[in-house]
């Protein structure tokens, strides 16, 4: 990918923007982009480089996330609306072409990062309760106050506020910026120039961390490592990746979304609106409350990972009813005209609360009060399924403790935001 109209190679040290901007080291990279922790020369602050490839397609998506972007700031000036802030943009000409490049606030891990560091365990309700509540703001924002569809949600593009790793984390590990590019050859990304330099700072980070929590075990020996447990971590987060961002009234693809966040209409092509991004807000809270994914659909013999996928659907939420399964525009490629699946012929059926209980040993009470919050995001009508707005008010996110306060509102008004 590192070639014509590709991904531009990056070094340590390389500065942008005439020098304002110098690179650290790699945060991500995702089917369009690289992004890179940069220093602010100018105003002395860490920030997200995200380079998109340089080929004219790129290029325009790139445009358009940053119209998308400016849309996001200038409407929430206080930038407390659970959505990625650009600070800046501009064009960086290299070898593979002309880059165009977002200039972003640092954030933390993934959302998959997160779930992965909990070795897919799921995380506790009252943790994915406020991840929930940050996810909607940004919906509620997105949606009823902009009239953008977001049409990628998934944990990738939901990241947390600091990283889980200290180590990785340049604000909390206090390390000096790097200004400029390291001695020692020109390899480019992923040369082994890179890869010592990365392993120093990787030691050099780990040696501040040390310093700051100054955890010892009790004989004064070795630092202790942090557990794979999650306490202690602020589970704030934002959603970024607004390369596939559309206006409501201004929709240009057809088929949108990941596979496993995919809504029934996008893969029957009935037309979709904002309750595809509720959709896959669904899947994405049952990911983290139980480790594994809610819909992961394959190809099998004599039938299409589409076909799949509607199958896996209704054995967790039940028959489609006929009128929205032969409605639309590929209905007929995988139901009958009595809305039965043309090739995958029985169901096992298996409602998400006894899911949750059997498999995942939720008590009945909480996979109870999981359904009543989730399934109604699954309705199979999308005009039927709740909007971020009326999410916010459900108690699920509200929980009463017995002192008759909020426990999430509590935890949170600790937070300073
Ligand atoms: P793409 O459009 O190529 O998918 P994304 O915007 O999703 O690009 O960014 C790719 C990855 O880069 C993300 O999954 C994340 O790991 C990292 N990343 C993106 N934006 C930021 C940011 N503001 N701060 C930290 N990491 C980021
Ligand atoms: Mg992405």
Not at 42 to 47: G, L, R
Not at 211 to 233: Q, Y
Not at 336 to 364: A, N, Q
Request: net charge positive; glycine share 8%.
């Amino acid at each position: 990918s590192y070639r014509k109209g590709g991904y531009h190679a990056v070094r340590i040290g390389d500065p942008f923007a005439s020098g304002r901007y110098i690179a650290q080291r790699k945060l991500g990279w995702g089917q369009f982009s690289t992004v890179w922790l940069a220093y602010d020369t100018q105003t002395s602050k860490y920030v997200a480089l995200k380079i998109q490839k340089s080929a004219q397609q790129f290029a325009q998506a790139a445009l358009h996330e940053i119209e998308v972007l400016c849309a996001i700031a200038d409407g929430d000036p206080s930038n407390s609306k659970c959505t990625v802030r650009l600070v800046d943009h501009f064009k960086h000409a290299g070898p593979n072409g002309q880059h165009p490049c977002m200039v972003l606030e640092v954030l933390g891990d993934s959302l998959l990062q997160l779930i992965r560091f909990n070795r897919y365990k799921g995380l506790e309700l009252d943790k994915v309760r406020e991840i929930c509540k940050c996810v909607l703001i940004a919906l509620d924002y997105l949606h009823r106050e902009l009239g953008i569809i977001h049409t990628d949600l998934k944990p990738e593009n939901i990241l947390l506020f600091s990283t889980i790793d200290p180590a990785k984390d340049p604000i909390r590990s206090g390390l000096t910026p790097i200004l400029e590019r390291p001695e020692g050859g020109n390899n480019l990304n992923g040369g082994s120039t890179m890869n010592i330099i990365e392993k120093k700072l990787k030691r050099r980070a780990k040696r501040a961390v040390a310093n700051i929590s100054g955890r010892r075990d009790s004989m004064g020996g070795a630092v202790v490592k942090p557990a794979r447990c999650l306490d202690g971590i602020d589970m704030r987060c934002k959603v970024v990746d607004f390369g596939n961002a559309c206006w409501a009234d201004k929709r240009f693809a057809e088929e949108i979304q990941t596979r496993q966040y995919r809504a029934p209409e996008v893969i029957l092509q009935s037309g979709y609106s904002f309750s595809v991004d509720m959709w896959s807000f669904a899947c994405i809270v049952f990911e983290l409350s139980t480790g594994d994914m809610m819909f992961a659909p394959k190809t099998g013999e004599g039938f299409s990972e589409d076909e799949d996928h509607l199958a896996l659907m209704m054995e967790l939420l039940g028959k489609m009813p006929r009128k929205i399964a032969v409605g639309g525009a590929r209905s007929k490629d995988f139901f009958d005209r009595h809305g039965d699946l043309k090739r995958i012929r029985r169901l096992k059926i298996m409602p998400l609360d006894r899911l949750l209980v059997t498999k995942y040993k939720f008590s009945d009470t909480d996979a109870r009060e999981f359904r009543e919050f989730v399934s109604p995001l699954l309705d199979f009508s999308p005009e039927k399924r709740p909007t971020a707005q009326q999410c916010l008010q459900h108690p699920w996110l509200n929980p009463r403790s017995s002192d008759g306060k909020s426990k999430v509102d509590a935890g949170m008004s600790k937070l300073k935001i």
